[in-house]
């Protein structure tokens, strides 16, 4: 005679043979891969150089580089942009400083042509930007930038 019992389901607990459910493994599971993921964001614009970060806001910042750097300053942050183009430590600028200089559609452009989420860009510009300002920097003075027809407007 058989049974019409059901199997049992696979044991997805802790791994201590009590069966328990283990929700907090898989939230665990789940921060993990997100780090993995934003680890390779930050991954992929070291790999492109910093010097990438202020090509790509020339070509979608309406001004390109020199203006979005004029933004930092208006927004009270000149000190650190003069840090980055004169000589000494660069000094940061918040990641919420640098989102508010960015409009929606200029973020979107910058994460697509910087193979980035887009909750990942201004991030990467307050990490980057220093050195690829600095590296565009010579003599305390900001190199003749590119300006491109793409600018978001």
């Known amino acids: 005679m ?26 665990d599971g ?17 790999s492109t150089g910093s ?3 202020a090509l790509a806001l020339a070509k979608f910042y309406p001004g390109g580089l020199v203006a979005f ?5 208006e927004t009270g942050h000149g000190e650190a942009v003069e840090s980055w183009i004169g000589p000494g430590e660069n000094r940061p600028v918040p990641v919420e400083a640098v989102a508010r200089c960015l409009p929606d ?8 042509d910087l193979n980035l989420p887009a909750g ?7 990490e980057f930007l ?13 190199k003749p930038q590119p300006n491109f027809s793409t600018q978001v407007r």
């Open 120 to 126: 990942r860009v201004a991030t990467a510009l307050a």
């Open 69 to 73: 750097l004029d933004r930092l300053r």
């Open 51 to 53: 010097g990438k970060l």
């Open 130 to 142: 220093p050195a690829a300002v600095a590296a565009q920097s010579e003599d305390g003075r900001l």
């Open 30 to 46: 789940v921060k993990t891969m997100i780090g993995d993921v934003v680890a390779a964001a930050d991954r992929a614009v070291v």
């Open 2 to 27: 058989r049974s019409c019992r059901r199997p049992d389901p696979p044991d997805l607990g802790r791994g201590d043979g009590t069966g328990g459910h283990d929700a907090m493994g898989l939230l």
């Open 105 to 112: 559609a200029v973020t979107e452009r910058l994460a697509y």
